[in-house]
């Protein structure tokens, strides 16, 4: 199964959203539970939606865009340090590799240098404070784009590709809510073919 720009921004949208840890450095995220609602334009035309359960160790990201004149629909799904992404077509496929960020943790490393490694590859250096949908994100700024980060949840990121604009936006932000846990198991209905991790 050939690789996608669309499965890799799937992937590159919940890293964004991993890169975070408080007193334990094994919870990703800042809030035991929750449901952001994204737009997305650009390159793509569309929505998606993250479901995170115990502080983001058991997450997953939905994206449904148009891109072209193509109608894509995806999924990565976090299981501790384990990743799964696939899409809803007829080819039942998808990808497993480890989670970067478990990776990077089992190397020595926090979640600060993470965010360095990541957001570096892009060009983006941490630039402050920035308020938006009346929270306090943290700034990471490039001469390709921005991203605005609150407690590990992306809520808003833009980026020029090759000349191709993307741009994420959270419309709605749930915290400490249940989670259906159906939304965090692995398809019985998806043959994965295992990946190499990402290296940042």
Same mark, same amino acid.
């Given at each position: 199964?050939?690789?996608?720009?669309?499965?890799?921004?799937?992937?590159?949208?919940?890293? #964004?959203?991993?890169?975070?840890?408080?007193?334990?450095?094994?919870? !990703?995220?800042?809030?035991?539970?929750?449901?952001?609602?994204?737009?997305?334009?650009?390159?793509?035309?569309?929505?998606?939606?993250?479901?995170?359960?115990?502080?983001? +160790?058991?997450?997953?990201?939905?994206?449904?865009?148009?891109?072209?004149?193509?109608?894509?629909?995806?999924?990565?799904?976090? +299981?501790?340090?384990?990743?799964?992404?696939?899409? #809803?077509?007829?080819?039942?496929?998808?990808?497993?590799?480890?989670?970067?960020?478990?990776?990077?943790?089992? &190397?020595?490393?926090?979640?600060?240098?993470?965010?360095?490694?990541?957001?570096?590859?892009?060009?983006?250096?941490?630039?402050?404070?920035?308020?938006? +949908?009346?929270? &306090?994100?943290?700034?990471?700024?490039?001469? &390709?784009?921005?991203?605005?980060?609150?407690?590990?949840?992306? +809520?808003?990121?833009?980026?020029?590709?090759?000349?191709?604009?993307?741009?994420? &936006?959270?419309?709605?932000?749930?915290?400490?809510?249940?989670?259906? !846990?159906?939304?965090?198991k692995i398809p019985e209905d998806i043959e994965f073919m295992e990946m190499p991790g990402f290296v940042f």
């Amino acid at each position: 199964m050939k690789t996608s720009i669309f499965l890799f921004i799937v992937m590159v949208s919940f890293e #964004l959203n991993s890169a975070y840890c408080q007193r334990d450095e094994h919870k !990703p995220y800042g809030m035991n539970s929750g449901i952001i609602e994204y737009k997305f334009s650009g390159m793509q035309e569309g929505m998606g939606t993250l479901h995170f359960d115990d502080y983001g +160790l058991k997450a997953s990201m939905y994206m449904d865009v148009i891109e072209g004149d193509k109608h894509k629909r995806g999924y990565t799904l976090t +299981l501790k340090e384990d990743q799964y992404m696939y899409d #809803l077509g007829p080819s039942g496929e998808g990808f497993k590799m480890k989670n970067p960020f478990f990776s990077n943790l089992k &190397e020595g490393g926090d979640a600060e240098t993470f965010l360095m490694k990541f957001y570096g590859n892009m060009g983006f250096e941490k630039a402050g404070k920035i308020i938006f +949908l009346d929270r &306090e994100c943290d700034l990471w700024k490039g001469n &390709e784009g921005e991203a605005f980060i609150w407690k590990g949840i992306l +809520l808003k990121f833009d980026l020029n590709m090759y000349g191709n604009a993307i741009h994420q &936006e959270a419309t709605s932000i749930l915290i400490n809510v249940q989670i259906d !846990p159906s939304l965090l198991k692995i398809p019985e209905d998806i043959e994965f073919m295992e990946m190499p991790g990402f290296v940042f």
